[in-house]
């Protein structure tokens, strides 16, 4: 619902930042925060992420990635849909200027070691180690806690070609 991408852009006034959301009510309470809390730093796009990376970016553009508790998609038959996937790590290191970072969080153990894997064997990206305290706690974040699920950080950087 945006509060967490608000967060992050009031900490942080002198970087800009995009959102981008599917879910409209997530859309429309992030646009009232971005409101609420004046922030000039913060835009939102309601689409796809795939297709706005891909079509919307320029090559070599953004600083950073974030992906905090996407969709898990736990049973095995829908993983085909989890957004990591080896062609998006490939897409991400497209868009990311060399040195910018991906930053993901999840709170089930297979799709953090799925990313894992993914941007481990994209030759564009190195592991560096993340710790939760870089980022505020999201709801889906407390949620996962309080079901006793593991929080996993997981931070790459794209390397200098």
Known sequence: MGE??????????????IAIEVHGPGVGSLLKKIEALALKNL?????????VLDKMIADGTLAGIHLFFPD???????HKRRLVQPPFAALAARKLA???????ATDWPE??????EVFSTCAFFEKQSAERKDRPIT???RRGLGLGHPVRDLLFLRRQE
């Open 4 to 17: 967490t991408t608000a967060e992050i852009a009031l900490q942080n006034p002198a970087t800009d930042f």
């Open 43 to 51: 835009r939102i796009i309601r689409h796809d992420a795939r297709e």
């Open 72 to 78: 898990p998609w736990p049973k095995k038959r829908h």
């Open 98 to 104: 060399p040195g910018g970072t991906f930053h993901a």
């Open 111 to 116: 799709y953090a070691t799925q990313i894992e």
């Open 139 to 141: 709801k889906f974040e």
